[in-house]
């Protein structure tokens, strides 16, 4: 059975950092891209980044690239996200996903929450 | 990038057949066949429904199918049951530097 699971997230000041973790299990990681999918409370879907399997290919959302990292670790079939310089604006439960064509999502974790807030 | 473009609601009676659509540009929607549609209830994880556009995963009721049309895509549930009350977003293979899109996602009721 597939299964993603986020940690990491919680309650950080603005300006401040957090790095969240998806460990992967139930396939093999090292086959697909990885993604992050933010939710701000009560908002939409926004994808934040894409990673390929390999890690050669990385993509970022205008809203995150120079502040957020997506790296993966397939030996421990772990995926992350290192959260720097924080906004209130990055409020939202992030999940991570399994892309399993062209930017098509076909496994999600049930998501981590971040809260930027003084 | 800016987000494809949804209805902010939609209903129909049980029985009844809805659909929701997704517009975009050619940029997107329109020029590639790797349109997505998720299913998301409250508190959960969203979940894959249809992919390249008119494909079900395996598990997903027939009731659900989509299409698309230049530049706009759609979703339409027939049959409509109390539990396909839900939020439902479309998403998009783009040719942007973000390569990927969702739609502003809409609200289902079944009355």
């Known amino acids: 059975e597939v299964q993603l699971v986020e940690s990491g997230g919680g309650l950080v000041k603005p300006g401040g950092s957090l790095r969240l973790s998806c460990a992967a299990s139930?396939?093999?990681?090292?086959?697909?891209?990885m993604n992050w999918v933010r939710q701000a409370p009560g908002k939409g879907l926004e994808w934040v980044s894409s990673?390929?399997?390999?890690?050669?290919?990385?993509y970022y959302a205008d809203s995150v690239k120079g502040r957020f990292t997506i790296s993966r670790d397939n030996a421990k079939n772990s995926l992350y996200l290192q959260m720097n310089s924080l906004r209130a604006e990055d409020t939202a439960v992030y999940y991570c996903?399994?892309?399993?064509?062209?930017?098509?999502?076909?496994?999600w974790g049930q998501g981590t929450l971040v809260t930027v807030s003084s | 990038q800016s987000a494809l473009t949804q209805p902010a609601s939609v209903s129909g009676s049980p029985g009844q057949s809805i659909t929701i659509s997704c517009t975009g540009t050619?940029?997107?929607?329109?020029?590639?066949?790797?349109v997505s549609w998720y299913q998301q209830h409250p508190g959960k994880a969203p979940k894959l429904m249809i992919y390249?556009?008119?494909n079900r995963p395996s598990g997903v009721s027939n009731r659900f199918s989509g299409s698309k049309s230049g530049n706009t895509a759609s979703l339409t549930i027939s049959g409509l049951q109390a539990e396909d009350e839900a939020d439902y977003y479309c998403?998009?293979?783009?040719?942007?530097?973000?390569?990927?899109?969702f739609g502003t996602g809409t609200k289902v009721t079944v009355l």
């Open positions: 139930g396939f093999t990681f090292s086959s697909y891209s």
């Open positions: 390249e556009v008119s």
């Open positions: 990673i390929s399997s390999s890690s050669s290919y990385i």
């Open positions: 998403s998009s293979y783009t040719s942007s530097s973000t390569l990927r899109v």
């Open positions: 996903a399994r892309d399993f064509t062209f930017g098509e999502y076909d496994y």
């Open positions: 050619s940029s997107d929607v329109g020029g590639y066949n790797y």
